[in-house]
């Protein structure tokens, strides 16, 4: 049910499986929603949804580069279900933030509804992407007993609930599948009960 992927060894490999297999013809970036086609613009970037900082300080590495020595924390940073594509901006904007909620719409991405407090490091993403969001976060932490910090639990729980997965992301789920052999169990099961 909450297999790890073990065939994709290394984080370069997922890159090309990424942009060659799983976003071959396109797709959109997950904060902003926005569309791109098959050749990814300078804008676009891998982001992982499950921060890797918060995998680095589980394993006690310096950083990633001496993590790597490591073939578990390897099959983690390269599992397809926690990568997706995101404005490189917004990503490094992210960095390790938690998700939750943020009172108010201030905007400071222009039409972009993605907000960020830096003194409680939350993001907010829109609501088209929460779902996706919270199914990434429990198919890590339940596939790699990784930990999700307690105030952001009930929250994904909601997004999980109220934002269903789209076609799109059950096709997504389907091509992952071919390409490392897991699926991600909370796509497949959206009505069951999350219990980390």
Not at 62 to 69: A, P, T
Request: proline share 5%.
């Amino acid at each position: 049910m909450y297999r790890p992927q073990t065939q994709i060894r290394s984080y370069q490999h997922a890159i090309r499986l990424f942009w060659r297999d799983i976003y071959r013809t396109g797709g959109k970036t997950l904060y902003s929603q926005q569309k791109f086609g098959p050749t990814k613009p300078d804008w676009i970037n891998v982001e992982h949804v499950y921060p890797m900082a918060w995998v680095v300080n589980k394993f006690n590495c310096l950083d990633r580069r001496d993590c790597r020595q490591r073939q578990q924390f390897n099959y983690i940073e390269s599992d397809l279900h926690n990568l997706y594509p995101s404005r490189r901006d917004l990503n490094m904007l992210r960095a390790s933030h938690s998700f939750g909620n943020i009172k108010g719409e201030l905007r400071l991405f222009g039409s972009f509804d993605f907000e960020i407090d830096n003194r409680r490091r939350i993001v907010e993403p829109a609501p088209a992407s929460q779902g996706e969001i919270a199914r990434a976060m429990f198919h890590m932490a339940k596939t790699y007993q990784l930990k999700i910090f307690s105030r952001q639990v009930e929250t994904l729980k909601y997004w999980h609930k109220v934002d269903q997965p789209s076609k799109e992301e059950m096709r997504r789920n389907d091509l992952i599948e071919e390409q490392q052999g897991t699926r991600n169990y909370f796509i497949d099961y959206p009505k069951k009960s999350v219990h980390l």
